[in-house]
């Protein structure tokens, strides 16, 4: 079955400088979601879109910002990166069932390795 | 202020025991829970869900048990394998699309011979 591509899998970049990742969902899944995973730590909420709106926005710096496009696909853009910012970046996608007395399971990506030098 | 809780970081267990790994929370508004497992360097892969609506629920070697009134939940995995080796992470989000995952600081299972 197919899964959820992010891409690039690993990043380097220098201090103040730009990053991009990709996130392709689930095909016919309508909403992904952002996280963030510094060493030894749980996995973080950035930020999530369903149907292409922003839905939910956790603890993502200013310095970040995020889009859903058209095809579903989100990227996440980083600017100003500073070494903090190293961590694994994992996009996760789901169907929005709207179920009574439910939640959507989201599907997690392989995550994108991004490293500030 | 961490919501969701995994006080074991760590746990040994023969191959074919029972493993048991427990998973605390607090906020109330949690009402869906999940698990899931992480190799290194691999994205979280979705295990078990448990409505709260539900007390158990089951797939295959793996088991969710929910005890709403004690804001408590197990993973029970039997028998446990080898490749069951992995550290996994309990996930608690309140009922609704595309609501956020929280995360608990996750418990490495070590499945020994």
């Known amino acids: 079955a197919a899964g959820v591509i992010q891409s690039p899998r690993h990043l380097i970049k220098e201090k103040r400088e730009t990053a991009t990742l990709k996130c392709y969902p689930i095909?016919?899944?309508?909403?992904v979601y952002w996280y963030q995973q510094g060493p030894g730590q749980d996995p973080q909420f950035l930020i999530s879109?369903?149907?292409?709106?922003?839905?939910d926005k956790g603890s993502i710096p200013d310095r970040f910002s995020a889009q859903q496009f058209s095809d579903y696909h989100s990227e996440l853009n980083m600017s100003s990166l500073e070494l903090g910012d190293s961590a694994l970046y994992f996009c996760a996608s789901s169907l929005a069932l709207r179920l009574a007395g439910g939640a959507d399971t989201q599907y997690f990506g392989p995550g994108t390795r991004l490293t500030v030098l | 202020d961490q919501q969701v809780k995994q006080n074991s970081p760590s746990l040994s267990v023969q191959e074919g025991r029972i493993s048991i790994l427990n998973c605390d929370y607090t906020n109330s508004m949690f009402d869906y829970f999940l698990w899931y497992k992480k190799y290194p360097a691999e994205g979280p892969t979705f295990l078990i869900s448990i409505s709260s609506i539900k007390d158990k629920n089951e797939d295959g070697r793996f088991t969710v048990f929910l005890n709403k009134s004690a804001k408590h939940l197990s993973l029970h995995i039997v028998p446990s394998q080898p490749g069951d080796s992995a550290v996994y992470f309990c996930?608690?989000?309140?009922?609704?699309?595309?609501?956020?995952?929280?995360f608990g600081t996750g418990t490495r299972l070590q499945v020994t011979l």
């Open positions: 879109f369903y149907e292409k709106m922003q839905s």
């Open positions: 095909p016919r899944h309508d909403t």
């Open positions: 996930a608690a989000t309140p009922t609704g699309t595309a609501s956020k995952l929280t």
